[in-house]
């Protein structure tokens, strides 16, 4: 973890509401806390920013598109933001362990933990994109599942670096044709990597990505130049055809949906995933988030 001075490190209560329990994690844009709401017991997650970091406006966009997204299935619940003791804060909801935490654990996922996932991602994605939003960095970093008794469910995180594309009146904003790369290398889209301005398209392009790393671990390379000039069968060498298949036609998330339920009855035998909790609670079966 990175050393703060003593002061950041230790805030107790915001809002005089949220009353810090233990620090969760922490990176260059801050820390985030394990927290409850003193009027109501329940867990919170706060995620704090010193005033002069260069990141930000990267949680004010946050804090706006997250007000956007609010009742998206699969999206964190947003309860306040401010500014206090030389702090840019947000409290949101607590959520899970995120998916490379389980890769390292697990090496890779089967088949049908990634289908399920990837349902789940779909129907929050289309949701998302509905409300105007692109989310800009699909990674498993920012693939949470959800907290103790939630833990079936499966969340997208972290808009920071998201974009609104829909404006006032309801209309597309106008793309620039190059601007500067947004993302996470492994897991952007060709688009991305080229320096164009992304779409709902590079969304689900970089989400299959996610997925083929899921199902190969280590085995794939997904990285830049490579991934640029490697064909898609070989990057989806040793996986379902059907996910070469996909990528090559990106075709609408509605098609998406149908291809990968198609892929579900071709490869497991089942028609819909009524067990679809089962798999995803597996990943949290060797113990609970804190």
């Keep these: 973890m990175i050393k703060l001075p003593a002061s950041y490190r230790d805030p107790k ?15 260059s844009f801050g820390i985030v806390y394990l927290a409850f709401d003193k009027n109501t017991k329940e867990e919170v997650a706060v995620k704090v920013e010193k005033e002069d970091n260069e990141d930000a406006s990267s949680l004010e ?3 706006s598109i997250l007000n956007r997204l609010s009742g998206v299935p699969g999206t964190p619940k947003f309860y306040w933001s401010g500014f206090e003791q030389d702090y840019n804060v947000i409290v949101i909801q607590i959520l899970g362990k995120d998916l490379s935490h389980y890769i390292k654990q697990y090496k ?29 960095d699909f990674k498993p970093e920012n693939i949470l599942t959800g907290y103790h008794l939630d833990n079936s469910t ?5 808009y920071g670096v998201s974009k609104v594309y829909i404006d006032k ?16 290398t492994r897991y952007a889209s060709i688009a991305a990597h080229r320096g164009y301005e992304l779409g709902r398209k590079d969304d689900v392009e ?3 990505y996610v997925m083929i790393y899921l199902l190969k671990g280590d085995r794939t390379q997904l990285v830049g130049e490579v991934k640029m ?12 055809s059907e996910f070469s298949e996909i990528l090559k036609q990106l075709p609408t998330k509605t098609q998406l949906s149908q291809k990968i ?30």
């Design 13 to 27: 209560i915001f809002n005089n509401k949220y009353i810090i329990k233990q620090q969760i994690s922490s990176g």
């Design 61 to 63: 966009r946050e804090i």
């Design 108 to 136: 890779q996922f089967t088949l049908k933990t990634v289908l399920q996932i990837t349902l789940q991602l779909l129907t929050t994605l289309q949701m998302v994109h509905q409300r105007g939003v692109i989310h800009r």
């Design 154 to 158: 499966i969340y997208l995180v972290d």
């Design 169 to 184: 009146q309801g209309k597309h904003i106008q793309s620039k044709e190059k601007k500067s790369f947004i993302g996470t």
């Design 206 to 208: 970089s989400m299959f």
């Design 229 to 240: 000039k490697t064909e898609i069968s070989q990057l989806c060498k040793d996986i379902p």
């Design 261 to 290: 339920r198609i892929l579900i009855r071709a490869r497991l035998q089942v028609y819909e995933i009524s067990d679809s909790q089962s798999c995803i609670q597996q990943l949290n079966y060797y113990g609970q988030t804190f």
